[in-house]
């Protein structure tokens, strides 16, 4: 398996799974875009890693949860490359919230972080992924599948991003555009480390191992998706450690 020479962007670099997914890829010999909010201090590491490895490697920082921030995104990427062979949705985030909790502002929000940027992306990368007959990876959750801890707007969101994947991987499959999905959960993560001690036992009471997911694990099987199944398009992968069966 491997990633040599390929370019790819991860957006979410500077959380659990970005890292461990950058660090993989560097691995397998990839140049990487790492996309990141805020927390420059967490993607500095995996500048120096990529350096260190020989690889290329640069940092954007961009709001994905502003209407303009994919824009702002792809025009940075798009001014250091021209065409792109990987690109990986990770960026994501919840608040816990009560159902009717949530005000419309905070649904609109979660919905342009978790589903409306990762389509924009796709979107406004795609003339770059048709020149390499690249791969698209989004990270959805297990929450799209059981809801959770993470409250509706998370899960909403998750969701869509499944049947997203899914109608990309349909309509461009013929440009030679493989789509794909990712639902991790629980992950040994800072999200999961908020909940509260009594709610994070029983998520993991509910696994089949009884334990978080490892980022690492995450990682290997994204890598999977990207360099190896090229057969593999409109699916989602579940890694969950055996909370839901498909």
């Known amino acids: ?36 909010r805020t927390g420059s201090a967490a993607v500095e590491p995996l500048v120096l890693a990529g350096k260190e490895a020989g690889r290329e490697v640069f940092t954007v920082a961009a709001d994905l949860t502003l209407p303009d921030g994919a824009e702002r995104l792809a025009d940075a ?17 919840a608040r816990p919230q009560a159902f009717d909790a949530i ?35 989004n990270i959805s959750s297990v929450a799209a599948l059981t809801g959770g801890a993470f409250g509706p707007a998370y899960a909403a969101g998750k969701a869509g991003l499944i049947g997203l994947t899914r109608s990309a991987a349909r309509d461009l499959g ?9 639902a991790p959960g629980p992950v040994d993560s800072a999200m999961t480390s908020s909940l ?13 191992l009884r334990r978080l997911v490892d980022p690492r694990e995450i990682a290997d099987t994204a890598a999977f998706l990207l360099a190896s199944g090229t057969a593999v398009t409109g699916q989602t992968l579940v890694v ?5 069966f498909v």
């Open 77 to 93: 990427v798009g001014s250091r490359w021209e065409h792109l062979d990987g690109l990986v949705n990770n960026a994501g985030g």
């Open 103 to 137: 005000a419309p502002d905070e649904w609109e929000q979660s919905l342009r972080l978790n589903l409306t940027a990762p389509f924009r992306l796709i979107q406004l990368f795609l003339p770059a992924l048709r020149a390499r007959s690249g791969a698209v990876l």
């Open 1 to 36: 398996m491997t990633l040599q020479g390929k370019r790819v962007l991860i957006t979410g670099a500077s959380g659990d799974l970005g890292r461990a997914m950058a660090h993989r890829f560097f691995d397998l010999g990839a140049d990487l875009a790492l996309q990141y």
């Open 196 to 208: 509260p001690a009594e709610a994070l036992d029983s998520i993991i009471g509910t696994t089949a």
């Open 240 to 244: 969950d450690a055996g909370r839901h």
């Open 174 to 182: 013929r440009h030679g555009v493989r789509v794909n999905a990712l």
